[in-house]
């Protein structure tokens, strides 16, 4: 399904592809070299001081660390990404040999959408979650204290929205939305449009 962003110029067609579908194949496969490059993709994210935050947990369809990551998601969650071929819990480390990371959350965050961006342009789709029980992250994969679970990443190939309940097929299958650019965009004070 084609959900391009719409926009007042031509994106890069990775970016303009990128959306987050709940359809996914539950017989599609994701191949090791395809899982490789989304994770060294994530790897090569800029972080402050280059001090690198993000981990990854991997699940692959039918291991034990999948069906732990997928015990994590809330019931929502659970009704659509059980069809992932992998799910991936994104971690932050937030302290190292020098004291607190600073901007871990955010190096996460810019490692991910490395390795989401990754995912479009290996055909594949992902869509991330920060619905899950992070104090059950903790537990069950005995994550030491300095570490922050954030995200549960669903990777997998598109499905069909028919399969989908009801309410997220509708969601599905309707337009995406963003503010305008005027709102996001300010120059010489707060709240004026820089374009
Ligand atoms: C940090 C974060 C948490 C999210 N949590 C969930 C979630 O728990 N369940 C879900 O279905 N989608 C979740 N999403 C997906 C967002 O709803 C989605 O990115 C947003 O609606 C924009 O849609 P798009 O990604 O298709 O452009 C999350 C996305 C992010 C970045």
Redesign the pocket.
Known sequence: MD?SAESSVELHPIIAA???P?ALDPSGEVGERSLRALLEAARWAPSDGNTQPARYLVGRRGDDTYARIFDLL?R??KTWAGAAAVLLLACAVTVNEKGTIPHAEYGVGLASENLVLQAVAEGLVA?????FNTEGARLVFALPDDVRPL?VIAIGRPGSPDALPDPLKAKELAP?RRLPLNQIAFTGEWGRPAF
């Open positions: 959900k990128r959306w987050s709940r809330n929502g969650n869509h991330q979650m920060g619905g995200a995406r």
